[in-house]
C-alpha cells in the first residue's frame, strides 16, 4: 500500500497559470520531498523539506517554485506562472523520521503545460 | 560532485532468464545507501532493493539481488527468473546523509519478452 497520494494525478494547464500539486502522506512523516522527471529524462531533486521549513533546494527549484504544508499533513508544490519546460512528472517522497534514507515515492502528478 | 551512471539505455531478455542491470557511482562519502527504483509504464516509482554502503552482504528481496562492489563503485542489480511484470525502466540511485537527497542515474530500459 502506498505511503502517500498525489493529487492530481494529471494536471494540464496553459503556459502562465499557477498550479498546485497536493501530496497527502498516510503515515506519520516529517520530511518530504518533490523530484521532477521530464519525459525520457532521469528524475531530479527539487526541494527538501523540514519542519516547515525547505532544507534544501536545487538549482531548478527557483522563484517560480514554492512549497507548504497548509494544514499540517497536506504538502503543496506551487509553481507560480508555468512554462512550457515544467512539463513532466512530479514526485512527492515523503519519509518518516525513523527511516533516515527510505523516501516513499507517490504515484507522481504528470503536469502538461500547453 | 556525487554522480550515478548506467551504461545500458536498453535491455530485452526472454522471460525465465537471468538479467543483470549495470550501475556505477560516484561519492567521496563513507556512509551512503544505493537503491534500485522500477519505473513501469504508469511511471510509478517502486523501491525494488536497497543496500547500505556499510554492510558487505548483498541485499536480496526474492528474485532481485545485488552485488555491491564498494572498492569499485559498482551496484548491479540481477533478476533471476524474469517475468513479463519486469518490464520497466530500472533507475539506480544514491543517497548520501549529508545530502539528504536522492541521486538518480538516467536508468535502463529493461524488456521482458514473451
Known amino acids: 500500500e502506498p505511503e502517500v497520494t498525489q493529487t492530481p494525478s494529471h494536471q494540464v494547464t496553459q503556459m502562465g497559470q499557477e498550479v498546485i500539486l497536493r501530496c497527502v502522506p498516510i503515515?506519520?512523516?516529517?520530511?518530504f520531498y518533490w523530484y521532477r522527471q521530464i519525459l525520457g529524462q532521469k528524475v531530479e531533486f527539487l526541494v527538501s523539506f523540514y519542519n516547515n521549513e525547505i532544507s534544501e533546494k536545487s538549482e531548478i527549484f527557483d522563484d517560480q517554485f514554492s512549497v507548504e504544508r497548509p494544514d499540517g499533513s497536506n504538502f503543496t508544490l506551487k509553481i507560480r506562472s508555468t512554462k512550457l519546460e515544467d512539463s513532466a512528472m512530479y514526485f512527492c517522497a515523503p519519509r518518516r523520521a525513523s527511516s533516515k534514507n527510505i523516501q516513499y515515492f507517490g504515484a507522481g502528478t504528470r503536469l502538461s503545460v500547453l | 560532485a556525487q554522480t550515478v551512471t548506467q551504461s545500458q539505455p536498453e535491455m530485452s531478455v526472454q522471460e525465465a532468464e537471468t538479467v543483470t542491470l549495470s550501475c556505477t557511482y560516484d561519492?567521496?562519502?563513507?556512509?551512503?545507501?544505493l537503491f534500485w527504483y522500477k519505473q513501469p509504464p504508469s511511471r510509478q516509482m517502486i523501491l525494488v532493493i536497497r543496500?547500505?554502503?556499510?554492510?558487505?552482504q548483498n541485499a536480496t528481496e526474492n528474485r532481485f539481488s545485488v552485488n555491491f562492489q564498494k572498492a569499485a563503485k559498482s551496484f548491479s542489480l540481477k533478476i533471476s527468473d524474469s517475468q513479463l511484470g519486469d518490464t520497466a525502466m530500472y533507475f539506480c540511485?544514491?543517497?548520501?546523509?549529508?545530502?539528504?537527497?536522492?541521486?538518480f542515474g538516467k536508468g535502463t530500459r529493461l524488456h521482458i519478452l514473451p
Open positions: 543496500q547500505e554502503a556499510y554492510k558487505q
Open positions: 503515515s506519520n512523516h516529517l520530511y
Open positions: 540511485a544514491l543517497y548520501m546523509n549529508r545530502d539528504d537527497k536522492i541521486i
Open positions: 561519492t567521496s562519502e563513507s556512509n551512503y545507501y
